[in-house]
């Protein structure tokens, strides 16, 4: 029976519940996608760093290939010798200027004296010394050089650090946009329904009661936008995830995106954050505005 | 003591003030008639009472506290003492008459069960009990009226006010509600009744005062008609 419902006490007419959930909704899926940005910006940089710190590569130098084909089974030796070395790649003087052909033409890097490659591969869990190993490879000669990606490892943190910087700004700015949107949506409530407001006051409403009324009302508008949101957002990300692996990009540039509980974790937070910030946002505004108005 | 108004005046922003001078005191278990012409200040004397303008003059005291420049949090308790029947009903369109009915005990926090049958009492009383679903719009002014006073007096209050209470309804009705107004005021409420009905103020023989031209004149009782009894 509708006499012992429990209606709202401030009517749904004038504070745009059907708009407010849509731009809601919005603002929702959009959060998600760049939290899921920060979310696969780090995995992706933990990933390459990850690679970056267990391999490194020797460049073994010499006048002419005699010297290099000595000094490269001398540093084979200190590799084999070396615990933590899982895998090791030789590239010989004339496999690397192959490497040069498409550039200098065929034939034309053989006279280049190319030095030869060694490409590691170290055991994750073994700690290798790599600054002793690479002392003790400078022991054999100044020209044989080990590369531990220095340079790259620490470009692509930088890159990996200001990409998760600014997916955190989109997602704070997002944050604040949904915040202004409660703001504006509470103080058109109110405006719309000032005889009920001063009705309530008159019957012995405070302040607290009422914007515990709009409080209420915000957070299942807001909940049920934010929830349609991260469904959106979920199924674009699945999309991006088939492309993705579709294009082979999984393992090479990007690290596969899985919508596993790993992402979908933080998503879920998403919908609360929103709830939370519109539920207050709507709050603090009705208790100003009582107070500047009533 | 109820109300207590010392030298009141009241101006809004634009134009003279609408009651000057204002002195009256309302004791516990009084009833008053306020008359007057229309414009004489009837309206905005009770919206002072009930809290919904602040005087700009003088001092105002309500059930024992200063409340010419109160803080506002101290004012719900304070309204909920009071019941009001609005001249113009007030009625929240979206709500049902039941619902209407129980709001100042819902804004009260008071719980379902415990109001659900004093609410019904109360509808049924009025001879609303077959409409208590009906939304206000569905309702005949007569109607509404009955609805408003049923929710001025659902939470029992120490001091009734009513506007014009019998402004649309037949004159049975009417006699019906003052006399419920009387009963109340026995039981220990304090009554204010603005009304234009000379014949209804006769009838009872309570105090009455007069508004006219912002200021207040207390006269002496009028003697019963006995057409009420």
């Known amino acids: ?294 | 003591m109820i109300v207590r108004f010392d030298n009141v005046g009241l101006a809004y922003e634009i134009g003279a003030e609408s009651l000057k001078d204002v002195r009256f005191t309302l004791n516990e278990g009084e009833f008053r008639f306020l008359t007057g012409p229309s414009g004489a200040g009837k309206t905005t004397f009770l919206k002072l009472i009930y809290l919904a303008l602040r005087p700009t003059r003088g001092r105002m005291t309500l059930f024992g506290q200063d409340v010419t420049d109160a803080e506002r949090d101290m004012l719900p308790p304070l309204r909920r003492r009071i019941g009001v029947v609005f001249q113009e009903f007030r009625l929240l369109d979206h709500l049902t008459a039941f619902e209407n009915v129980a709001l100042p005990m819902k804004v009260a926090g008071v719980n379902q069960q415990q109001y659900r049958e004093d609410v019904r009492e109360l509808l049924n009383w009025v001879g609303l009990g077959s409409r208590m679903d009906a939304l206000p719009q569905t309702l005949s002014g007569g109607e509404k009226q009955r609805v408003a006073l049923a929710r001025a007096l659902v939470s029992k209050p120490d001091l009734i006010l009513a506007d014009e209470p019998t402004g649309n309804v037949d004159p049975q009705m009417g006699e019906k509600i003052m006399k419920l107004f009387v009963e109340l005021n026995k039981l220990g409420a304090a009554v204010i009744v603005a009304t234009h009905d000379l014949q209804l103020v006769q009838a009872l023989g309570k105090r009455t005062m007069r508004l006219d031209g912002g200021r207040l004149y207390e006269d002496p009782p009028m003697r019963a008609s006995g057409r009420m009894r």
Request: proline content about 4%; aromatic content about 6%; charged content about 20%.
């Open chain 1, 1 to 294: 029976m509708r006499r012992f419902s429990r209606a709202p006490l401030l009517p749904e007419a004038g504070q745009g519940g059907a708009p407010l959930t849509a731009v809601i909704a919005v603002i929702s899926s959009l959060a998600c996608l760049a939290l899921a940005a920060f979310i696969l910006i780090a995995s992706a940089s933990n990933a390459w760093t990850d690679e970056l710190k267990s391999s490194f590569t020797i460049q073994v130098k010499g006048v002419d290939a005699e010297e290099i084909g000595e000094r490269l089974k001398s540093a084979q030796e200190i590799l084999s010798s070396t615990p933590g070395v899982e895998n090791i790649k030789v590239v010989e003087s004339k496999d690397a200027a192959k490497l040069l052909e498409p550039w200098l033409g065929k034939g034309n890097a053989d006279a280049l004296n190319v030095p030869a490659l060694i490409e590691v591969k170290l055991n994750k869990e073994a700690q290798t010394d790599v600054a002793a190993l690479s002392e003790r490879l400078q022991s054999i000669s100044p020209g044989v050089i080990l590369d531990d990606h220095g340079g790259w490892n620490d470009r692509l943190a930088d890159a990996a650090r200001s990409g998760q910087a600014l997916a955190f700004a989109v997602f704070a700015l997002i944050m604040g946009a949904a915040c202004a949107i409660s703001i504006f949506a509470a103080r058109a409530g109110l405006s719309a329904n000032q005889e009920v407001v001063s009705l309530l006051h008159l019957v012995g409403a405070t302040d607290d009661f009422i914007a515990r009324e709009v409080q209420r009302r915000f957070t299942v508008i807001g909940l049920r936008g934010s929830m349609l949101g991260l469904l959106a957002a979920t199924f674009l990300l699945t999309l991006f995830s088939f492309a993705t692996r579709a294009r082979g990009g999984e393992g090479f540039f990007l690290p596969g995106l899985t919508i596993g509980p790993e992402l979908l974790i933080p998503l879920l937070s998403v919908p609360f954050a929103i709830c939370l910030v519109t539920a207050i946002a709507a709050r603090l505004t009705v208790l100003r505005t009582l107070r500047e108005t009533y």
